[in-house]
């Protein structure tokens, strides 16, 4: 878009002098950041009513991702960005003597997601905006995001999130789209004067949901989609019956927090409602969309792609049933057609325990008419296969199973398209997790493997690699992310191989400083920054990271004079709270951290740094500086992973586990170019189903892992209460579910390669090298386009020559 800076000047004076009614000099770094927000905004708001228009003028088929989580990260910068406008920002700004990066911090990060899953979806609503897709997002509007965690003593502590506290400037409070939610009461079916079965409802509890759109806008494409989260309140035809603050409690608690404590009862009934109360009003509003378009019901699927990711909004199945069957009138079967059509589901893990069960007895009560239609669903279901393929494959598959709802079965039965999301994981949905039904519906099932936007992870997380890239290749890779593998081509070449290395090291002297900053540790840049960051959880291992550290340090204590090659180890993770495990890493890693980082006899040739409050304004600020990325959950275990691709994309060499989108990875970039080490998921799933597996015997036959595990118990981290004990119990007495003994060995193996590898630093940049520029494939662009051909049958509604082009992989 066109601003000159002169305009932008004239402009954000303007807007600064009337929201606050002073002069900008005297403004804070939040009311500067608002007033610049907020005018970004103004520039957005032309596109994003012209997108909206275009779209029903043309009758374009609309994507809807609906997910309980999304993560955009802070969004000025993206948005000038994306806008074309950055620059102009930045020179305006400082000719007004303010700094954007200052500004930038300012805003709050939105952290309205536990980890991959909502990043991932806030990928995808950036790369469909920006290849001109009709892709609207819908979520909840949580008042507070994931918890902020705090160390205190090395222990996590769980803070409020405010986010909300210095208001939000890019959303827009949208009341002419409210909709109705309706929980519990009682419900019963009457025929009317068409004949027609209608539902009564008598108590129940009606909810308003308040959409709060905001815009997401596409890379130069004058393209801005819409992401629409909901707000629970009192309907205020219905505010006259709430007496007291406490009575409005039940319906205030709905949008307040992000998953709600599922450790009691109260807490899942929390969960359920929040996940209803999004699905409801999204559907609805949808279908008050749709009917702008004027085509007959029965197109629907033309027109409207609901994509479920993950089970958690599966009831958009039994929901856009009810409003087809309950408010259009149509018979189940053409409800049903519509329905199944019109809906697709994403697998994003096999963890058994975050596969979805509600009780049928808490369903029937919150939700009794959604309840009478799942009962139907299945019923017809277990009719038609029965006769077909017999007890076994039908009780395996059906929806109510005892006592329970399986959303993972609803969400199966009622799409026409379920995907994992790398090309292992699908595979072990096909053949394992969800193996009765790939029996059933083997058309259904499709793999799409992940991808991150280059925009935020690359061109803006890291500007001094992007510069350097444009130099030597030009230009076109951010529109063509395929021109990418352009710069293999620089393998070999001196002056590009030795840039990078600065690059890098300009990069881990920031990081460096910023270290420093909160953390109070010195660390060398010249040291090798090896990076894991991403949600603490057993089965990605983080355990087995903090047992390699562990050798090094008893390593180097035995022979502090040896020749190490130093190594700063960085961390970010957050525990679930009620995860006392996991917590029980996290304060051993910090208890370590404290004895390695104040040890004279360690100084520069180790250290650890644990970041608190890992989200994504960190990890942009990390990704960039990092040497190695470790990805070494156990193998079988990580759907796909996604800060593997972001740390790739930034010349990060993997060390890695063959899992998840780590062997997409390896494919792209060979074997040669990357560290694996451990089981495969092959060997997993054989020591698992035989049984053999003895953690005691490796921990007694092999010296240096003794040496490593006693040191848990031993009093040589200082100020632990019972967690090396804890974690010498998992591993040693209970068998070490996730076989981090077992991978112990070669791991350490892998790591002296590492080491090796990197007193060669001109080969360390070529191997950098390749990783960047074979990390295209990963770029969600394509991902998208993937879902677009494949599940949702939308297509670009941009010109070729506008925005980005995919021409090939
Ligand atoms: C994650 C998977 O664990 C990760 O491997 C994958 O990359 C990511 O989804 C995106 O597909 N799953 C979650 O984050 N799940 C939840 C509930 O947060």
Redesign the pocket.
């Known amino acids: 878009m066109e601003v000159t800076v002169k305009q932008f000047v004239k402009e954000f004076k303007q807007q600064f002098q009337s929201m606050y009614a002073y002069s900008y000099e005297e403004g804070s770094n939040e009311q500067l950041y608002n007033a610049l927000g907020l005018l970004v905004k103004n520039y957005i708001s032309s596109y994003w009513k012209e997108t909206r228009e275009k779209y029903i003028k043309n009758s374009v088929k609309q994507v809807y991702y609906f997910s309980m ?1 999304f993560l955009p990260g802070r969004q000025l910068r993206s948005n000038a960005y994306n806008l074309g406008l950055l620059d102009v920002v930045k020179e305006g700004l400082s000719e007004l003597e303010l700094s954007f990066d200052q500004l930038a911090e300012a805003e709050a990060d939105p952290a309205l ?6 990043r ?1 979806a806030s990928c995808f609503m950036d790369s469909l905006a920006s290849l001109g897709m009709a892709g609207n997002g819908n979520g909840i509007r949580y008042q507070y995001g994931l918890f902020r965690q705090k160390f205190v003593d090395g222990y996590q502590v769980e803070l409020p999130e405010n986010w909300l506290r210095y208001r939000n400037v890019w959303e827009t409070r949208n009341d002419k789209s409210t909709c109705m939610v309706r929980f519990g009461g009682n419900v019963w079916l009457e025929e009317n004067h068409q004949g027609h079965l209608v539902p009564h409802y008598e108590n129940t509890l009606n909810v308003l949901a308040v959409p709060y759109d905001t815009p997401m806008v596409g890379y130069r494409n004058d393209t801005v989609n819409n992401l629409r989260l909901w707000s629970a309140e009192i309907p205020v035809e219905e505010e006259a019956n709430y007496h007291t603050i406490e009575e409005t409690e039940p319906i205030k608690e709905i949008t307040q927090v992000l998953y709600p404590d599922d450790s009691n009862y109260e807490g899942r009934l929390l969960r359920l409602k929040q996940e209803y109360f999004m699905v409801s009003a999204g559907v609805q509003s949808i279908i008050r969309h749709f009917r702008k378009y004027n085509v007959p019901r029965k197109n629907i699927p033309d027109k409207v792609a609901i994509h479920i990711n ?1 089970t958690h909004p599966a009831l958009v199945v039994p929901e856009l049933m009810r409003i087809l069957i309950d408010e259009e009138h149509l018979s189940w079967e053409q409800a049903w057609e519509i329905t199944f059509k019109t809906c697709s589901y ?1 697998n ?2 096999i963890l058994r325990e ?1 596969l979805e069960k509600w009780p049928i007895d808490m369903m029937k009560e919150l939700l009794p008419r959604i309840y009478m239609i799942i009962e139907e669903i299945n019923n017809r279901f277990v009719e038609n296969t029965l006769p077909l393929y017999g007890e076994r494959i039908t009780w395996q598959t059906a929806i109510l199973q005892n006592g329970v709802v399986n959303m993972a079965h609803l969400a199966v039965i009622g799409s026409h398209s379920v995907n994992g ?1 790398a090309k292992l994981h699908t595979d072990i949905l096909m053949n394992d997790v969800l193996k009765d039904f790939f029996e059933l519906y083997p058309e259904r099932f499709n793999n799409k493997t ?1 991808g991150i936007t280059q925009r935020r992870w690359v061109h803006l997380a890291n500007p001094e690699l992007t510069k350097l890239i444009d130099e030597k290749i030009g230009e076109n890779w951010k529109l063509t992310p395929s021109e990418l593998k352009v710069f293999k081509g620089f393998e070999k070449d001196k002056d590009t191989l030795n840039k990078l290395t600065d690059v890098k090291l300009k990069n881990k002297k920031r990081l460096a400083d910023y270290i420093k900053e909160v953390k109070g540790i010195t660390v060398d840049p010249n040291a090798l920054f090896d990076v894991q960051i991403k ?1 603490l959880h057993a089965y990605k291992r983080q355990h087995l990271n903090l047992l390699h550290i562990l050798h090094r340090y008893l390593e180097i204590k035995a022979d502090p004079s040896a020749d190490y090659v130093p190594r700063v180890f960085i961390f970010g993770a957050k525990a679930a709270p009620s995860y006392h495990y996991a917590k029980q890493i996290i304060k051993v890693i910090n208890s370590l951290a404290d004895l390695v980082n104040n040890d004279p006899d360690v100084g520069d040739k180790l250290k650890i740094v644990f970041f608190e409050n890992y989200g994504v304004s960190l990890a942009e600020k990390i990704i960039p500086a990092a040497d190695i990325s470790e990805q070494i959950s156990l193998a079988s275990m ?5 800060s593997n691709m972001k740390l790739m994309a930034n010349g990060a060499l993997t060390l890695a586990t063959l899992d ?2 780590n062997i997409e990875i390896k494919d792209f970039v060979g074997e040669e170019n990357l560290f694996v080490f451990g089981l495969s998921s092959k060997e997993v799933y054989e020591l698992k189903a035989n049984q053999s597996y003895q953690a005691r015997e490796l921990y007694e036959s092999n010296p240096k892992l003794k040496n490593v595990l006693d040191a848990l118990t031993s009093g040589t981290i200082p100020n632990l209460q019972d967690e090396g004990y804890a974690l010498f119990d998992s591993l040693v007495n209970f068998n070490d579910e996730y076989f981090v003994l077992k991978d112990f060995a070669s791991y350490v193996e892998a790591q002296n390669k590492v080491d090796d590898l990197y007193k060669d630093q001109n080969e360390w940049a070529r191997k950098s090298l390749l990783n960047i520029a074979s990390s295209a494939p990963f770029s969600a662009d394509y991902t998208i386009q993937r879902y677009a051909d494949d599940i949702w049958k939308v297509r670009s509604c941009v010109e070729e020559d506008e925005g980005v082009h995919l021409v090939d992989e």
């Open positions: 989580e997601g536990n980890g991959g899953l909502g991932l993950d994403t994003h893990t975050a999301v992940n949600r990580e759907a796909s992973g996604t998840g989108a």
